[in-house]
Nanobody, 113 residues
Framework: QVQLVESGGGLVQPGGSLRLSCKAS????????TDWYRQAPGKERELVAVITSGGSTYYADSVKGRFTISRDNAKNTVYLQMNSLKPEDTAVYYCNFRPTVAWGQGTQVTVSS
């Protein structure tokens, strides 16, 4: 059974940075497209960033130029580097494969002064 564990969230001031990590057991990231999503209170889950098995990356317009998705194949970990954070980035962040497997618990990111 595939399990996903997100970590690295926290409270940060506007303009700050965080790096989220996503680890998987039971599946190798480099063989699949992996997505980072986020869900703010009262809103639907939205796709934030994508990395394909070939290493191509795609971003939502709202985060383009500020967020970077990457993958460390040796550690079987996918990262989301988030810079120039804004209050509207506040959400629970999740990673998942495509097609999705069971969701992890997510990691809370709060951007506030």
């Amino acid at each position: 059974q595939v399990q996903l564990v997100e970590s690295g969230g926290g409270l940060v001031q506007p303009g700050g940075s965080l790096r989220l990590s996503c680890k998987a057991s039971g599946r190798i990231f480099s063989l699949y497209t992996t997505d980072w999503y986020r869900q703010a209170p009262g809103k639907e889950r939205e796709l934030v960033a994508v990395i394909t098995s070939g290493g191509s990356t795609y971003y939502a317009d709202s985060v383009k130029g500020r967020f970077t998705i990457s993958r460390d194949n040796a550690k079987n970990t996918v990262y989301l580097q988030m810079n120039s954070l804004k209050p509207e980035d506040t959400a629970v962040y999740y990673c998942n494969f495509r097609p999705t497997v069971a969701w992890g618990q997510g990691t809370q990111v709060t951007v506030s002064s």
